[in-house]
């Protein structure tokens, strides 16, 4: 493997992907729909920085009809060509933000979110060598940033959110983050799956509980 990939598993990756594999519970999606009739997708959890490991986002284009200007990580529904949740998220990535396959090494991927919404999504963990250069797609990307991991997995900076709607209550996350720019919204079913991480990384052992 590659030299800038050794450097970044002086972090608490290699604990990940040891407990990424070892846990039976649902995470790859081979199908476009399920017998529920949810869609399934994937997400790709991109990493990067060997010393400060940081997580990579995009803000949305205001021009698409779904989810406008939100911030989220890259990805999307199972394509039927698709082989299952990883080749998923490492297309999307590439029509999203411009990233080559070469540059990625796929970790493996956390159990199924379900969100509040007819997907069901898959997190695709994987490092990206430092050397790479994202181009984001303007006709789906407003923007592209970085959120320290630090700051992602500090569970202060989790905030909870709950509404009522037909007599109903729900929950909901959201960890904003502001570094010398505009504030970066990340919530709902994005901050989810970073809270989903969370608890992972420190069931595992690799991130303080």
Not at 28 to 52: I, K, N, Q, W
Not at 117 to 122: G, W
């Given at each position: ?56 986002f995009v803000t949305r284009a205001e021009t698409l009809r779904n989810h406008a200007g939100q911030v989220a990580l890259p990805g999307g529904a199972v394509d039927p060509g698709d082989i299952d949740a990883t ?123």
């Amino acid at each position: 493997m590659t030299a800038p990939f050794d450097r970044l598993r002086a972090q608490p990756f290699d604990k990940l992907r040891g407990a990424l594999a070892a846990d039976p519970r649902p995470r790859t999606l081979g199908f476009d729909r399920t017998p529920r009739g949810e869609r399934a997708a994937a997400v790709l959890m991109l990493f990067t920085r060997d010393a400060d490991p940081s997580l990579t986002f995009v803000t949305r284009a205001e021009t698409l009809r779904n989810h406008a200007g939100q911030v989220a990580l890259p990805g999307g529904a199972v394509d039927p060509g698709d082989i299952d949740a990883t080749d998923t998220a490492l297309r999307e990535a590439e029509e999203e933000v411009g990233l080559a396959p070469e540059f990625v090494e796929v970790l493996g991927a956390l159990p199924t979110y379900v969100p509040g919404s007819s997907f069901l999504i898959t997190p695709v963990v994987a490092l990206v060598r430092p050397d790479c250069v994202l181009r984001p797609n303007p006709y789906e990307v407003a923007d592209l940033f970085e959120v320290p991991l630090d700051f992602l997995l500090n569970p202060a900076n989790h905030r909870h959110h709950a509404f009522e709607a037909n007599g109903v209550v729900r929950n909901w996350l959201s960890m904003p983050y502001m570094d010398r720019g505009p504030q970066r919204f990340v919530w709902g079913a994005t901050a989810g799956m970073i809270r989903n991480l969370y608890r992972f990384l420190a069931a595992s052992g690799a991130q303080p509980a």
